[in-house]
T-cell receptor, first 115, second 112 residues
Framework: EAGVTQFPSHSVIEKGQTVTLRCDPISGHDNLYWYRRVMGKEIKFLLH????????ESGMPNNRFLAERTGGTYSTLKVQPAELEDSGVYFC?????????????FGPGTRLTVL | LAKTTQPISMDSYEGQEVNITCSHNNIATNDYITWYQQFPSQGPRFIIQGYKTKVTNEVASLFIPADRKSSTLSLPRVSLSDTAVYYCLVGDFVTGANNLFFGTGTRLTVIP
């Protein structure tokens, strides 16, 4: 069974540009999460989808970030316009259930560099 | 809010037992403790999870004292392939995922 996949693996853009990251969860996983680690800091939660609905978006840093999961399958995370401090690694994870005890499976991440 | 603290790095010889401790003094009643392993260019991979006392699975043990203000991941007889970064995560999705805290990670290097 395929794991969580993310695209692209790396993205280098200039400040002010737009970037869209994609995550394909494990098939059948209703729960999808976005996390990020900015340079030198801890991994932080961004948001949680249950199917196509945003269950918890309390970790989204500001309105330059827009996450969607139309149809409840793959998800996209758009950053517009990108700022220097957005550089980091963006991880996606999926799980069968929404509970803390439901194992989350992480993708390999997208490394975003904003110049 | 349960911030976590871990040692930045540890070295161990092959075949030894490795114990990595995470401090989380402000852990909340509903919080679970989860440990992840991460290799370069990969995402974190679940190792073990617990709420209190001791949990053991096929790859590790997790020791949690009664006050739950710390936890210790124990890896028995490490091999070179265990060289990775280990994170502890404290929190609870029910009360709010923004209260989840990953540690800064402990870089374990296993030496032949």
């Amino acid at each position: 069974e395929a794991g969580v996949t993310q695209f692209p693996s790396h993205s280098v853009i200039e400040k002010g540009q737009t970037v869209t990251l994609r995550c394909d969860p494990i098939s059948g996983h209703d729960n999808l999460y976005w996390y990020r680690r900015v340079m030198g800091k801890e991994i932080k939660f961004l948001l949680h989808f249950v199917k196509e609905s945003k269950q918890d978006e309390s970790g989204m840093p500001n309105n330059r970030f827009l996450a969607e999961r139309t149809g409840g399958t793959y998800s996209t995370l758009k950053v517009q316009p990108a700022e220097l401090e957005d550089s980091g690694v963006y991880f996606c994870a999926s799980s069968l259930g929404p509970r803390t005890t439901d194992t989350q499976y992480f993708g390999p991440g997208t490394r975003l560099t904003v110049l | 809010l349960a911030k976590t603290t871990q040692p930045i790095s540890m070295d161990s010889y092959e075949g030894q037992e490795v114990n990595i401790t995470c401090s989380h003094n402000n852990i909340a009643t509903n919080d679970y403790i989860t440990w992840y392993q991460q290799f370069p260019s990969q995402g974190p991979r679940f190792i073990i999870q617990g709420y209190k006392t001791k949990v053991t699975n096929e790859v590790a043990s997790l020791f949690i004292p009664a006050d739950r203000k710390s936890s210790t991941l124990s890896l028995p007889r490490v091999s070179l392939s265990d060289t990775a970064v280990y994170y502890c995560l404290v929190g609870d999705f029910v009360t709010g995922a923004n209260n989840l805290f990953f540690g800064t990670g402990t870089r374990l290097t296993v030496i032949p």
